[in-house]
């Protein structure tokens, strides 16, 4: 019984985790795929923090983390990435994924095509530069994306 406890500890203690960073759920594009689930042999979460790194508050959640010995997704905005380098080099030496959030974290509404694809390629090249690092994933910043070509769409596997 003792370890059923404890996977019920860290479960609690990650979906406390997770309802920390939970702000709001924006709004998705019928002609966008998401993926909402996917079929495992085991129970399994993903996590994910949006925005960072936070010189502060990212350094905690990584020692939560490595606590319960959890990996997660960190999508990083390129102008936190410049402003704290050793923060985000440390989520990535913790062998945890790094996904593009965009440089300036605008809306995408707010964004024509050329501009987003502008802003996704400065984090993907601070990323680079810095740790030669490309993610493959990028999660978007709110906005439909129906107004952006289906290429557009495609260059990113976007969640």
Same mark, same amino acid.
């Not at 500890?9 to 966008?32: D, K």
């Not at 996590?47 to 905690?60: A, W």
């Not at 593009?100 to 601070?126: A, P, Q, W």
């Given at each position: 019984?003792?370890?059923?406890?404890?996977?019920?500890?860290?479960?609690?203690?990650?979906?406390?985790?997770?309802?920390?960073?939970?702000?709001?759920?924006?709004?998705?594009?019928?002609?966008?795929?998401?993926?909402?689930?996917?079929?495992?042999?085991?129970?399994?979460?993903?996590?994910?923090?949006?925005?960072?790194?936070?010189?502060?508050?990212?350094?905690?959640?990584?020692?939560?983390?490595?606590?319960?010995?959890?990996?997660?997704?960190?999508?990083?905005?390129?102008?936190?990435?410049?402003?704290?380098?050793?923060?985000?080099?440390? #989520? !990535?030496?913790?062998?945890? *994924?790094?996904?593009? %959030?965009?440089?300036?974290? =605008?809306?995408?509404? @707010?964004? $024509?095509?050329?501009?987003?694809?502008?802003?996704?390629?400065?984090?993907?090249? #601070? !990323?680079?530069?810095?740790? *030669?690092?490309?993610? %493959?994933?990028?999660?978007? =910043?709110?906005?439909? @994306?129906? $107004?952006?070509?289906?290429?557009?769409?495609?260059?990113?596997?976007?969640?």
């Amino acid at each position: 019984m003792k370890a059923r406890g404890t996977a019920h500890a860290r479960f609690a203690g990650l979906l406390a985790l997770i309802l920390l960073w939970v702000w709001n759920v924006p709004a998705v594009s019928a002609e966008t795929e998401v993926y909402r689930s996917v079929q495992t042999d085991t129970m399994q979460i993903a996590l994910t923090f949006d925005d960072g790194p936070h010189p502060h508050l990212t350094p905690k959640i990584l020692e939560i983390l490595d606590r319960y010995h959890v990996q997660a997704t960190f999508f990083m905005v390129g102008q936190n990435i410049v402003n704290y380098p050793d923060t985000a080099r440390a #989520v !990535l030496n913790a062998g945890h *994924e790094v996904g593009n %959030h965009t440089f300036s974290h =605008r809306h995408i509404r @707010l964004l $024509n095509e050329g501009f987003l694809n502008d802003e996704l390629g400065k984090c993907e090249d #601070v !990323l680079e530069e810095l740790y *030669e690092y490309r993610p %493959h994933l990028s999660a978007r =910043r709110k906005g439909p @994306l129906h $107004n952006l070509s289906k290429p557009a769409r495609r260059r990113w596997i976007i969640l």
